[in-house]
């Protein structure tokens, strides 16, 4: 897998990540959801670089000028509920994508140290032959995005796939690394040292889909 950590390098990406992760300004839901977004788009714009190009002829209202656009077909894939607003930050850049949508939670068993992943709800066109861009705002254990890629597989084989995160632990990126096809790429925003007991991202920033969206009860 190739790995894109854009924290490598310093830009206004920083800024963003301060701000969901602050607890202060974390109380604003609406704020948390724009900086998710914003992530999204630098996410999506740094991911195109990487994709197919055409030269298409594009006419002005005085000339006629050879661009070059992209030339790939893809299919835009959130894990919900917590990667709603990192899906419309890459639809933002990606606007004429198809798009999945996919329900992954952590059921927890008879303690809360220990979970499996259930996914429910699957929304999808056919992936033959495309560019999936997989996207979860949090990459703790890896599990959610390995079961949800392979809740994906029956509907067809993605000429290639990406995935988009915002935070990453290292533990989660190195399991998804291991259980990705070679040529994935990766693009992430930032990667935290470790898990603690209960799986979450330390430091993190919580819990992205309650932050987002409010408090859930839990089952």
Not at 40 to 62: A, C, D, R, W
Request: glycine content about 6%.
């Amino acid at each position: 897998m190739q790995i894109h950590n854009l924290s490598d390098e310093n830009s206004i990406l920083n800024t963003f990540i301060s701000e969901i992760r602050d607890v202060d300004i974390q109380k604003d839901s609406m704020r948390f959801r724009r900086n998710i977004e914003r992530i999204g788009e630098i996410l999506g714009y740094e991911m195109s670089k990487s994709l197919s190009f055409k030269t298409q002829n594009v006419t002005t209202p005085l000339a006629e000028i050879a661009v070059k656009t992209i030339d790939n077909d893809v299919v835009l894939c959130s894990i919900l509920r917590a990667g709603v607003p990192l899906h419309n930050g890459l639809l933002n850049y990606f606007d004429k994508a198809e798009n999945a949508f996919i329900s992954a939670y952590r059921h927890h068993l008879e303690n809360p140290e220990t979970f499996e992943i259930i996914v429910e709800y699957l929304a999808c066109p056919s992936l033959e032959g495309k560019t999936l861009i997989l996207a979860d705002p949090m990459i703790a254990t890896g599990q959610s995005l390995l079961a949800t890629f392979e809740a994906l597989k029956p509907f067809g084989t993605p000429k290639e796939i990406h995935l988009a995160a915002v935070i990453g632990a290292q533990e989660g990126v190195d399991f998804v690394a291991e259980n990705f096809p070679k040529n994935t790429h990766l693009w992430i925003a930032t990667i935290d040292k470790e898990l603690n007991s209960k799986g979450y991202i330390v430091p993190g920033l919580g819990d992205a889909g309650d932050l987002a969206f409010g408090e859930k009860l839990q089952h």
